[in-house]
């Protein structure tokens, strides 16, 4: 890198006074925590995500020198937000995924939903495809969710995503393609749950639980060795 696109001393230490303010956000929104999922958190653990890479990256480009921390989650993380300060309108947009683990279940509650209405004509209980159709034109999506099970499905991973905008869509405007148009960096806050979080999680315990195996295997043979007679030190 020539010396004419390099950062100045002046930039690096903008970015590392960026990265102590981000970390007094981030301490001050942990303190003032109001739940687990407290959007506060995230917006500022993605702040302070964002100003440490800035500044690892003037960093080295100024001085060949890197930081001694790494943020996990980074990869992933939103970008730093961009939308209205004080915005007039917002999105909720959902995704919940579900496999038919009980295709019989299903089909009995749709048939029960549509003996109930007493529609005349084709049956569209007797399909998987006119059953699901049944089942969530007749519940919400949310009662769907707290009964997923009664009705024969599984959860897969579900995403939920809250976006920020200065006014209201016109009515019609996204119909046609409702997810499209999302700018990252409107996003205020987004909750997802998936298995692969409760995989990792079974991988540390796996990993405390052999650590605890050798320390209690090792414990063993220390026990055992207790009945030795101490070695004479003048022994040669």
């Known amino acids: 890198m020539s010396d004419a696109a390099q950062p100045t001393a002046a930039e690096v230490r903008a970015a590392a006074e960026a990265v102590k303010t981000a970390l007094d956000r981030h301490l001050a929104a942990v303190e003032r ?3 687990e999922d407290d959007p506060a958190v ?4 993605n702040q302070l995500a964002a100003a440490a890479e800035v500044y690892d990256e003037l960093l080295y480009d100024r001085y060949d020198e890197v930081t001694p921390f790494e943020i996990p989650g980074t990869e ?9 300060e004080e915005p007039n309108a917002l999105s909720v947009l959902i995704r919940r995924d ?20 007493g529609e005349d004509g084709p049956a569209a209980s007797g ?30 991973d579900s995403t939920l995503w809250v976006t920020a905008a200065e006014e209201p869509a016109d009515p019609g405007e996204w119909l046609e393609a409702p997810f499209e148009q999302v700018d990252p960096q409107s996003v205020v806050c ?35 060795d207790e009945d030795l007679e101490p070695l004479d030190a003048d022994r040669r």
């Open 42 to 45: 995230y917006e500022a653990f």
């Open 33 to 35: 925590r109001s739940g």
């Open 76 to 84: 992933d993380a939103l970008p730093p937000y961009t939308g209205p």
């Open 190 to 224: 987004r909750f997802d749950v998936s298995a692969v979080f409760d995989d990792e999680i079974d991988d540390v315990d796996d990993d405390d639980d052999e650590a605890e195996e050798l320390e209690d295997d090792l414990d063993t043979d220390l026990d055992e």
């Open 127 to 156: 399909t998987i495809h006119g059953a699901l159709g049944l089942l969530f034109g007749e519940f919400e999506p949310d009662e769907i969710a707290s009964r997923h099970k009664e009705f024969g499905l599984e959860e897969g």
């Open 98 to 117: 579900y496999a038919v683990a009980e295709p019989q279940r299903l089909l009995a509650h749709a048939q029960r939903i549509e003996a109930a209405e």
